[in-house]
C-alpha cells in the first residue's frame, strides 16, 4: 500500500537534483532519436492499432488522448509527415483546439505483444478538406478531421515499462466486474444522470456509430 501523507509531502525537485539522482544516460540513448520515420518507425506504426496523443493548449493546460482503428489507421505519405484520423467521439475536441491554439504534439505508439513503444514528437495541424480525408475513410465513411504532423523526433523506447506492468499478460486482466460501468461512474459524477440510460446509449453508439 502507499504511504498516502509521505506522498502528499513530496517536494519537488530541481533539475541539478534530478541529474543527480539519475546516472547519465549512454551514448546510444542519444543516438537513436531520428527526426524522421525510418523503416523501422514506419513498419511500427502499420503495425500500430491505438496510440496516445499528448497536446496542450495556449494556456498550458496538459492533455493526453487515445486514438484507435485496425492496424495501419495513421497513414505515413513520407518520413516526415503522419495522418491521424479523428473518429466520432464525445464531440469535445479538446485535443484538436488545442492543436490549433499550440500545434506541439507527442504521440505513443502501441503494437499488442510488443513491449517496445514508438515515441513521435512534432507539430500538427488540422484538416478538414474533404478530398484529403477520403483516402482516411474505413466503412465508405471519412473522418470529420485528420492530423497532419511533421515530425521532429522519433525514437523505439525501451520495453521495461510494459514490461513492470504485464500490460499484455491475459494473467493480470481484470474482471470487468470488478470497476463500475460507464454510465454507472458518471451518474455518481453528473446530478441527476441515469446510468442505465448512459450504458444503453453508449452500446447502441459502439454498434453503430464508431464510425
Request: aromatic share 6%; proline share 8%.
Amino acid at each position: 500500500m502507499h504511504d498516502d501523507e509521505s506522498i502528499r509531502n513530496l517536494t519537488m525537485a530541481t533539475k541539478p537534483e534530478l541529474r543527480a539522482t539519475y546516472r547519465a544516460p549512454n551514448e546510444r540513448a542519444a543516438q537513436k532519436v531520428l527526426d524522421h520515420l525510418d523503416r523501422h518507425c514506419r513498419n511500427f506504426i502499420a503495425m500500430s492499432p491505438f496510440c496516445v496523443l499528448s497536446t496542450a493548449g495556449a494556456n498550458g493546460q496538459a492533455d493526453a488522448s487515445p486514438r484507435g482503428d485496425p492496424p495501419g489507421f495513421v497513414a505515413v505519405p513520407d518520413r516526415r509527415t503522419l495522418v491521424v484520423p479523428d473518429r466520432p467521439g464525445n464531440n469535445q475536441i479538446d485535443s484538436l483546439q488545442n492543436i490549433v491554439e499550440q500545434p506541439r504534439v507527442g504521440l505513443l505508439f502501441f503494437v499488442p505483444g510488443m513491449n517496445e513503444t514508438l515515441r513521435v514528437k512534432g507539430t500538427a495541424e488540422v484538416v478538414t478538406d474533404p478530398q484529403a480525408l477520403a483516402s482516411l475513410s474505413v466503412g465508405g465513411k471519412p473522418p470529420l478531421s485528420a492530423l497532419r504532423v511533421t515530425v521532429e523526433e522519433a525514437f523505439l523506447h525501451c520495453g521495461r515499462a510494459l514490461i513492470r506492468s504485464r500490460l499484455w499478460d491475459p494473467a493480470v486482466r481484470i474482471e470487468r466486474s470488478s470497476f463500475p460501468t460507464y454510465g454507472q461512474v458518471l451518474a455518481d459524477q453528473i446530478a441527476g444522470a441515469d446510468a442505465g440510460e448512459i450504458d444503453d446509449s453508449e452500446a447502441e453508439a459502439n454498434r453503430t456509430r464508431l464510425y
